[in-house]
T-cell receptor, first 120, second 110 residues
Framework: EAGVTQFPSHSVIEKGQTVTLRCDPI?????LYWYRRVMGKEIKFLLH????????ESGMPNNRFLAERTGGTYSTLKVQPAELEDSGVYFC??????????????????FGPGTRLTVL | QQQVKQSPQSLIVQKGGISIINCAYE??????FPWYQQFPGKGPALLIA?????SEKKEGRFTISFNKSAKQFSLHIMDSQPGDSATYFC?????????FGAGTTVTVRA
């Protein structure tokens, strides 16, 4: 089974430019999550998709960030325009079921290798 | 505000020694406490997890101890091996949303 893949692995852009990060979840995983780790701090939740629908985007920093999930498959996270504080590692994760869903069974979130974004 | 506080930031242990990482949380709504292990260039991978109705869970050389009243939990790595050198993240979840600690970089010296 192929794991979660992310592209690109690294991106270096100038402040004010636009960057689009892509995530391909594990096939069959309806749940897709974006997280971000900034400057060696904690990994923070950004948003959660169930199939193509955004279920929770409470962690999105501001309206410069836009996430989409076309057809419930891959997802993109666009930052426009990028600011210095957006630098960090962006992780995508996917799971079959919600953690601690109605069945009371936790399902693992599988993480991709991350995209390291540097805004200069 | 950081919902899960993790310490230490880094630790060095000799091969065969015990590594201990501690985490504390405030939100009593958390009901799932996983630990993730991350190697350089890779994403975090689930290592072991515990529910709050259990005080301890052991899988191989890895043990989670959970103290619900103190709102603290810890990871013990017994007989640490060089291959255990990685960054470890504790986390807490209420439903789907994981709240992570800041991570602990563990270095095991041969």
């Amino acid at each position: 089974e192929a794991g979660v893949t992310q592209f690109p692995s690294h991106s270096v852009i100038e402040k004010g430019q636009t960057v689009t990060l892509r995530c391909d979840p594990i096939s069959g995983h309806d749940n897709l999550y974006w997280y971000r780790r900034v400057m060696g701090k904690e990994i923070k939740f950004l948003l959660h998709f169930v199939k193509e629908s955004k279920q929770d985007e409470s962690g999105m920093p501001n309206n410069r960030f836009l996430a989409e999930r076309t057809g419930g498959t891959y997802s993109t996270l666009k930052v426009q325009p990028a600011e210095l504080e957006d630098s960090g590692v962006y992780f995508c994760a996917s799971s079959r079921k919600l953690i601690w869903g109605l069945a009371g069974v936790a399902d693992t979130q599988y993480f991709g290798p991350g995209t390291r974004l540097t805004v200069l | 505000q950081q919902q899960v506080k993790q310490s230490p930031q880094s630790l060095i242990v000799q091969k065969g020694g015990i590594s201990i990482i501690n985490c504390a949380y405030e939100n009593t709504a958390f009901d799932y406490f996983p630990w993730y292990q991350q190697f350089p260039g890779k994403g975090p991978a689930l290592l072991i997890a515990i529910r709050p109705d259990v005080s301890e869970k052991k899988e191989g050389r890895f043990t989670i101890s959970f103290n619900k009243s103190a709102k603290q939990f810890s990871l013990h790595i017994m007989d640490s091996q060089p291959g255990d050198s990685a960054t470890y993240f504790c986390a807490a979840a209420n439903d789907y949303k994981l709240s992570f600690g800041a991570g602990t970089t563990v270095t095991v010296r041969a």
